[in-house]
């Protein structure tokens, strides 16, 4: 091997100079890469490692602010999530003992908030999934005069090109409220063609409790002929069926659900009975659940058409599909109208209008005949009941059908059960029929409500606490679009019977305020109660070990803070089966 030379050493010493510089150069910039990455992996590890629901540890940080929903209404410091489910409660240094030092791999032990506060995720008990996306599009709940709905529409049309040059593309809207109105007046077709972007156009507009329907007269035309004379455009209850809605795509109804997913999310919802699904809407939750898709836990209550045939020892009620988001094994029937639209059904008439006592939109006769068979083919029952009479008549096929058989394998309900006769509220707590009411109605119609139904009859409106005193079962639902879709505007409508500025007809001690709820009783009513009325509460409604680790992280303490501070509550997360899906707690 050739011996090298002074000059090829220093030009090896030279080069092996330079190249050390450019290692350590290299070094350096590596040992600074691998330091940045470290810290922000430590970062993405802790923001990521709940979204891929492995097992961690949450904790409260001020005291014993997780509050389970047992039997015991227990209150703990932390919870143990292991995948999708809840695996132990108890004290941190219990925590840390149990799954910690006993453990091989320790547990990563997050803290919530300071001030923060955790529930089980909420569910709403009553809502229409699709109608809330649709009541989101046009404002028309805003509208405190005909000409200022009808400026929404207009406001509307002109906004959306597609729609605003194509003058035969349907308007649709949902949420006017003829209630707060000063014309003292329903509204009609030609309210609606008087304004000159939309007169020749197709136009249904759905009141804000589902009731009743305005349309144009292009509407008004394109769907004669009709069994009588039809002039005004409006159609109340059953008459809405005379209105042909097109079929909605799979593009209009993702776009619907996305709507209310993400507001019931941010909301706190984990939860949502569907009152009343068409058939089309639960095909769409059945392909989303065979997907794999379904964001949010859906109970669907199947609409039952008093004017079709009976199906209910031909259908399969659907139990646990998609993993748990759907279950279909409730049927929902219409036996009166609404109070706001003059169609509840009562014994006596109407104190403002003398001449109606309201409208039974499923006989007497039909209700004894369906009710007891859907019973007998397994389907839990759920009947749209508001005026003193329906629940009276419905009250009655429940009694006759469940005479010697056991009621919590069947778990009827009367949605809404707004007005009651005493006799009536003590039959609902024997009967153990469940009463699926909506607190923040009671605040709405309260304003109205009086002049209705006269000094004495009103009392007996909304009348919670006598529900609860004579033994029933309650569930607490929003009715959304009808209502809002924050479960916490209704709990804090349960507990106050105050408006949102801390009014009320009757004094700033709330509506009839003997009928308030607890917080506690508004709590159960939003989580373990809902489990019960779906038939769930095995696997949701309060976080003991062996449930779902669906859970709310709120920013304050809504079971002590002052009432009037309750509406200022944010959800900092919401978490369904482990892993946050809004927001987050870290």
């Known amino acids: 091997m050739p011996v090298k030379g002074e000059a090829g050493c220093r030009k090896d010493f030279d080069d092996k100079r330079i190249k050390s510089g450019q290692q350590t150069s290299l070094k350096r910039l590596l040992v600074l890469g691998a330091v940045l990455l470290a810290t922000l992996g430590f970062f993405l590890r802790k923001r990521f490692a709940l979204e891929t629901a492995q097992s961690y540890a949450l904790c409260s940080t001020n005291g014993k602010q997780i509050h389970l929903v047992d039997e015991q209404n227990s209150q703990v410091e932390c919870l143990v999530v292991r995948g999708a489910y809840i695996q132990d409660v108890g004290d941190l240094a219990d925590i840390q003992q149990r799954w910690t030092y006993n453990k091989e791999k320790a547990l990563p032990v997050y803290h919530a908030k300071p001030g923060s506060i955790i529930v089980p995720g909420m569910s709403d008990s009553h809502a229409h999934i699709l109608e809330y996306g ?17 400026k929404s529409v207009r406001d509307y049309i002109v906004s959306d090109p597609d729609i605003n040059n194509n003058k035969s593309k349907l308007v649709q809207g949902w949420g006017w409220d003829h ?15 008087a304004d000159p972007v939309i007169h020749g156009r197709p136009v249904i ?9 305005w349309v144009s007269r292009a509407t008004l035309n ?15 209850d059953n008459a809405q ?19 209310t997913v993400r507001d019931a999310l941010a909301s706190g919802l984990t939860s949502i009975h569907d009152a009343a699904l068409a058939p089309e809407s639960l095909a769409f939750f059945k392909r989303k659940a065979e997907e794999g898709t379904l964001p949010i836990r859906i109970y669907g209550m199947t609409y039952f058409n008093e004017s079709g045939e009976y199906w209910g020892d031909s259908i399969l009620p659907l139990i646990n599909a998609g993993n748990g988001r759907l279950h279909c094994r409730s049927v929902k029937m219409f036996a009166d109208g609404a109070l706001r639209t003059g169609g509840a059904a009562l014994y006596e008439p109407y104190t403002d209008n003398p001449t109606t006592n309201g409208v039974m939109r499923m006989p007497p006769e039909m209700i004894n005949k369906v009710i007891p068979r859907f019973l007998q083919d397994g389907w839990q029952v759920n009947v749209h009941a508001i005026g003193d009479r329906a629940n009276g008549i419905v009250l009655d096929a429940f009694e006759k059908a469940l005479s010697g058989v056991d009621v919590p394998t069947l778990r009827p309900r009367l949605e809404h059960a707004q007005l009651l006769t005493e006799a009536d509220m003590k039959r609902v707590g024997k009967l153990g029929v469940i009463a699926s009411v909506q607190p923040t109605h ?23 606490r006598s529900l609860v005193d004579n033994k029933a079962k309650i569930t607490l639902g929003s009715d959304a679009p009808v209502e809002g879709i924050n479960p916490l505007a209704g709990f804090y409508a349960a507990i106050t019977r105050l408006s949102k500025d801390g009014t009320s007809p009757r004094g700033p001690d709330g509506w009839f305020p003997e009928q308030r709820l607890t917080r506690q009783e508004a709590l159960r009513g939003m989580t373990i109660d809902p489990a019960y009325a779906s038939f769930t509460e095995s696997t949701l409604g309060s976080l003991v070990p062996g449930k779902r680790a669906d859970f709310v992280i709120l920013s304050q303490d809504i079971m002590s803070v002052a009432v009037d501070k309750i509406l200022e509550t944010r959800v900092v997360a919401t978490v369904l089966d482990g892993r946050p899906v809004y927001g987050s707690f870290l």
């Open 205 to 213: 507009l759905q009141s804000k409790d589902g009731h009743a329907i």
């Open 442 to 464: 009671v605040i709405d119609d309260m304003w109205y409500a009086e002049e209705r139904l006269g000094p004495e009859r009103v009392k007996r409106l909304y009348a919670f």
């Open 241 to 259: 069926d005379l209105i042909h809605k097109p079929e909605a795509t799979d593009t209009d109804l993702n776009g619907l659900f996305s709507i």
């Open 222 to 236: 394109d769907n004669g002929p009709y069994p009588e004379h039809v002039e005004g455009g409006l159609f109340i």
């Open 179 to 193: 209630t707060v109105w000063p014309e003292g007046r329903w509204p009609n077709a030609d309210d609606l063609d």
């Open 134 to 150: 649709a009541s989101r599009i046009i404002p028309l709940e805003q509208g405190q005069t005909i000409k200022e709905v009808v």
